[in-house]
């Protein structure tokens, strides 16, 4: 077993435990993450002083069961990243696709809109945004996608180009098929590895910048148990209580870090060079 | 008259279990041009590679002998065989570009092989580069050297090729399907070239291709190759005009002859496609295709003498 | 059938971002005319614009200027559908027309889906119809393009390409890419698909020895023009342009004996972007005189055969 097989396997484990917990968040958590109990606000994990078995990662400030809201945030996180991916890889996927098969004029604008998305500030745009529109999940999903299409767009258009001139191309034209047909079965199929590989990276972003988002105070809404707001409500603490941001941080990086493993392996097994 | 390169019973077998080269030997004489000809797949080019020891990991070399004039190329430290390699024997692909370092002129190449094997100067190496341009017929040589591979045309390069080969006095020149990437009209004047060369300089040639027209124009001697093993050796004039070996005998029928093959009627083609074998295939690996099989086409088959200089591969052929 | 009127197919090529546009003159104003039944080979080295000509008569790539049309009505106006019955291609390298991602089921039914009105079923049994005449058996279907070997992938190609029944197939080097014993078997099959399903061929390849055996026709392209035209027996036996002539001394037929000819051409190379004035062909010729550098031949027919040669004249 190689050392890549290896971190493969570990960045699936950990994908795909987080997605478990995720989906079975009514079963697994110990609490409701919503009931507040100020009689127990600011326990501290089991194995710290003060820490009681009742609940096992200790409470916030509100007195919030930590380790469900840890919990039900791994919902959040996931169901941001993957709406996100889906929004901005459609985007990229199809300005991409469409610049890179027709060329020319057409290839131009895309190339023009991709540097431009690359001259906006991520951060800035999106905290402007959600400020002016109120946030919501919605409204980070779509800010998100919005704005993280370029890699997508640069990878489809790239990889696009090298098909459209394959001899399998100019015989579909010659059958008589549409463009329609062209762009979705015929290239669409060869480019989609490239894709996947993409789509991994994008997803670790979108959800390290939610958190930032919800740690600025405009991601998700409160009382949803986002991570980013986790760690967000607990910075007044963190001097005293240093564990009310080391949860979500470590639940944070674990997931990020278990995306791109898998994200660098899928892009060996699926046979993928990409330029970064 | 001493071979310059003797190969007997070479065998290349790769990691996934695959049977390259199975059991060749062949000769190559001094100022002869040696043909291995053969279909894609067949183990001439892993032949070659092998003799240069260019081969990737993976791939297992045996011989019984394998010499370059009177040293034992199995024996060779990694280090000696770079030494050789580019001196006395000498090697030219199929894509000139792939074999040219793209970053770097045309003249620092070539005189870079003289420098590292001989020891003298980039003047003098550069001297000789230009001078063997010349004779490689490239009009200009002076300012070719300062050109990079990209500036070249398909022919240039390959004529560059030739040249770089050329620069340590080769006794063994080694052209693993030298024309393939070429125009007709080019491929003509590059073997005329090569030709020319090997008959000027007394070089030993052993010359890899598919294609037949080639093997008759250029070749004293050939050997026909197929899934690894030879399958008939002969003089290039016994071979055309006696072909003992049923796969030489369809392959000869399925190039058209302007002039000669009737128009209206099929080529002859030899059906089915090249067996994979491993490596503990036994029998003729061509008797799936062959019109003349017998049931003793699976059992061990013997190298027979159909003429003087003349092996076949074969059961039928007559003792 | 196919009238081919004055073809021209320019590309713009962008070099860099301060030199001037160069002007590629891929195929320079081809004129011919090619009848039901016939095969048209057309020779010439890489970049004379034969593939290009090739890709103009499938109707893929628009003429700059000029027209081409088939049984009188024009190309550009067809219908892509009304086109795909019309002709059809058959490429060189069998690796890259195949999707790699499709099943040769789905890859010889195309066709018939784009069409849009046949059902299902009848798609199906059309392709495996047309999957068993090019000696493909059924099992073949449910494969990949990577599961077959070169000669097989050539045959899924041309059942692809016949199986809306054209009248004329487009052969861009169909056999280059194969091997002797293959490229024998693919050229039979063509031959016996042209008597029975009646098509008629352009044939294009580098291979004259090739072209001698299929072609009832041949035209000899050099930088985008046609420079000599003439039926397969009287180009074989007499060539009359200088070109045509080391094209075909530069064949090396499988017969020892014979010296490897001196073609005569020197080392220059033919470049379409910058096309030499008077006879395109004067830098090469070994028997150019003053003229040639500055005159520009004009196209001359003589017994059904069109030479392109001031010492023709």
């Not at chain 1, 110990?30 to 009931?35: A, I």
């Not at chain 1, 985007?91 to 540097?115: E, N, P, S």
């Not at chain 1, 001259?119 to 779509?142: D, E, F, N, W």
């Not at chain 3, 196919?2 to 160069?22: N, Q």
């Amino acid at each position: 077993m190689t050392a890549r097989s290896i971190s493969t396997g570990l960045g699936l484990f950990i994908v795909g435990a987080i997605v478990l917990i995720a989906l079975g968040a009514g079963l697994l958590a110990p609490h409701d993450p919503f009931t507040q109990d100020l009689m127990y606000r600011m326990v501290p994990p089991r194995w710290m002083d003060g820490g009681t078995s009742l609940h096992l990662l200790g409470t916030d400030q509100l007195g919030r069961d930590y380790l469900s809201r840890l919990i039900y945030g791994a919902r959040i996180s996931l169901l941001i990243g993957s709406l996100t991916v889906v929004t901005s890889g459609l985007i990229g996927t199809t300005l991409g696709i469409t610049g890179g098969y027709f060329g020319g004029r057409i290839d131009d604008a895309v190339m023009f809109a991709i540097t431009c998305r690359l001259a906006i500030p991520l951060i800035l745009v999106a905290l402007t945004v959600v400020a002016l529109v109120g946030s919501s999940l919605t409204v980070v999903v779509l800010t998100l996608g919005l704005l993280l299409w370029e890699r997508f767009a640069v990878v489809a258009r790239t990889t696009t180009m090298q098909v459209r001139n394959l001899d399998y191309i100019a015989a579909a034209r010659a059958a008589g098929a549409s463009t329609a047909h062209i762009l979705i079965k015929e290239i669409l199929p060869n480019i989609l590895t490239h894709l996947i590989v993409v789509a991994t990276l994008e997803m670790a972003l979108a959800i390290l910048l939610e958190a930032a988002l919800s740690f600025l105070g405009l991601g998700v809404p409160p009382p949803l148990p986002s991570w980013g707001l986790m760690i967000a409500e607990g910075k007044d603490y963190m001097f005293f209580s240093p564990w009310v941001i080391m949860v979500p941080g470590i639940a944070l990086f674990v997931l990020v870090f278990g995306i791109n493993l898998l994200g660098d392996g899928l892009r060996d097994l699926l046979g993928v060079s990409q330029r970064r | 008259m001493k071979p310059v390169l003797e190969i007997a019973n070479l065998r290349v077998g790769f990691s996934d279990g695959t049977a390259a080269v199975r059991g060749i030997s062949l000769n190559v004489l001094p100022g002869e041009t040696h043909c291995l000809v053969g279909e894609s797949g067949c183990g001439k080019s892993v032949t070659a590679l092998s003799v240069m020891s260019l081969l990737g990991r993976g791939a297992k070399r045996s011989a019984e002998v394998m010499r370059f004039h009177d040293r034992d190329l199995t024996r060779m430290s990694d280090r000696e065989m770079a030494r050789l390699r580019g001196d006395k024997m000498a090697m030219i692909f199929q894509e000139p570009m792939t074999s040219l370092n793209p970053a770097y002129t045309v003249g620092s190449q070539m005189a870079e092989v003289l420098e590292r094997h001989r020891h003298v100067s980039r003047a003098q190496g550069l001297d000789r580069a230009a001078a063997l341009l010349g004779h490689v017929g490239i009009t200009a040589p002076g300012m070719r050297l300062s050109q990079y591979p990209h500036q070249l045309s398909g022919g240039l390069r390959q004529r560059v090729m030739i040249a770089m080969a050329l620069m340590c006095e080769p006794e063994l020149l080694i052209a693993d399907e030298p024309t393939t990437a070429l125009d007709v009209t080019v491929q003509a004047q590059i073997l005329r070239l090569l030709q020319g060369l090997q008959r000027q300089l007394g070089l030993a040639l052993l010359l890899i291709t598919h294609d037949l027209g080639i093997v008759a124009r250029m070749a004293q001697r050939v050997s026909v190759m197929y899934a690894g093993q030879i399958v008939e050796s002969a003089t290039a004039e016994a071979l055309f005009a006696a072909p003992a070996h049923p796969y030489t005998q369809g392959l000869l029928n399925c190039v058209p002859i302007p002039g000669k093959t009737p128009r209206d009627q099929p080529l002859g083609s030899i059906p089915g496609v090249v067996p994979r074998i491993g490596a503990g295939f036994i029998g003729c690996a061509f008797r799936d295709r062959c019109t003349h099989a017998t049931t003793a086409c699976s059992g061990d088959i013997p190298r027979r003498s159909v003429a003087q200089h003349h092996e076949t591969l074969c059961t039928m052929a007559p003792s | 059938m196919i009238e081919v009127r004055e073809a021209v197919r320019h590309f713009a090529g962008r070099t860099g971002l301060f030199s001037a546009d160069r002007v590629v003159r891929a195929v320079d104003g081809v004129s011919f005319n090619l009848e039901s039944g016939g095969v048209l080979g057309i020779v010439g080295e890489s970049g004379c614009g034969k593939s290009t000509l090739g890709r103009m008569i499938l109707g893929l790539l628009p003429p700059s200027a000029g027209k081409i049309l088939v049984d009188g009505q024009d190309l550009g106006v067809l219908d892509r559908r009304e086109r795909a019955r019309l002709i059809q291609p058959v490429f060189q390298d069998p690796f890259s027309s195949l999707n790699p991602r499709q099943r040769v089921r789905e890859i010889v039914g195309l066709p018939l889906a784009a069409q849009g009105a046949l059902p299902a079923a009848k798609q199906r049994e059309l392709a495996m119809d047309m999957l068993a005449r090019v000696g493909l058996p059924d099992a073949m279907a449910d494969r990949f393009p990577a599961q077959l070997s070169g000669g097989q992938r050539q045959r899924v190609a041309i059942a692809r390409a016949l199986v809306l029944r054209p009248r004329i197939v487009v052969c861009d080097e169909p056999t280059s890419a194969l091997d002797v014993s293959v490229q024998a078997q693919i050229l039979n099959l063509l031959a016996d698909l042209r008597k029975e399903l009646g098509l008629t061929y352009i044939f294009i390849s580098h291979n004259l020895a090739v072209v001698e055996h299929v072609a009832t026709e041949v035209a000899v392209m050099y930088l985008g023009r046609f420079v000599e035209h003439a039926t397969a027996d009287a180009l074989f036996a007499d060539p009359r342009h200088p070109y045509t002539r080391a094209l075909l001394a530069s064949v090396l037929t499988a017969e020892p004996g014979i010296p490897i000819p001196d073609v005569g051409l020197g080392d220059t190379y033919p470049d379409p972007a910058n096309i030499p004035s008077g006879c395109r062909f004067h830098p090469r010729c070994p028997m150019a005189i003053d003229r040639c550098r500055s005159e520009t031949p004009i196209p001359r027919s003589r017994d059904g055969r069109v030479t392109e040669c001031l010492l023709e004249a």
